[in-house]
């Protein structure tokens, strides 16, 4: 069946990096689109930062642009959203997805991924 496992997350102070890691198994990686979503105490899941198939194409919600960069290492399996100059405002469950959705509205909302990962915290500290 398929799984994601993400990994990374923790606590870190404002101004600081992370980098999150997306295990992907049970599927054939190259077929799909792999997106982050994330998602604040009392609000709604959203998109973080997504990357297509083949990985030359990648998408990010104007919050994160400019500050988050995605990739995917098909040799790996494996996606990775490295995230820099980090804010307390970035504070949330990060969630690995994968699916297929066609568009960039497809790619950008959370109701387009058919499989998500539990989960990594990431805590910013003001």
């Known amino acids: 069946q398929v799984q994601l496992v993400e990994s990374g997350g923790g606590l870190v102070q404002a101004g600081g990096s992370l980098r999150l890691s997306c295990a992907a198994s049970g599927y054939i990686f190259s077929r799909n689109v792999m997106g982050w979503f994330r998602q604040a105490p009392g609000k709604e899941r959203e998109f973080a930062a997504a990357i297509s198939r083949g990985g030359s194409n990648t998408y990010y919600a104007d919050s994160v642009k400019g500050r988050f960069t995605i990739s995917r290492d098909s040799a790996k399996n494996t996606v990775y959203l490295q995230m820099n100059s980090l804010k307390p405002e970035d504070t949330a469950v990060y969630y690995c997805?994968?699916?297929?959705?066609?568009?960039?509205?497809?790619?950008?909302?959370?109701?387009?991924?058919?499989?998500w990962g539990q989960g990594t915290q990431v805590t910013v500290s003001s």
């Open positions: 997805a994968t699916g297929r959705p066609l568009t960039t509205a497809q790619i950008m909302s959370v109701n387009k991924y058919d499989y």
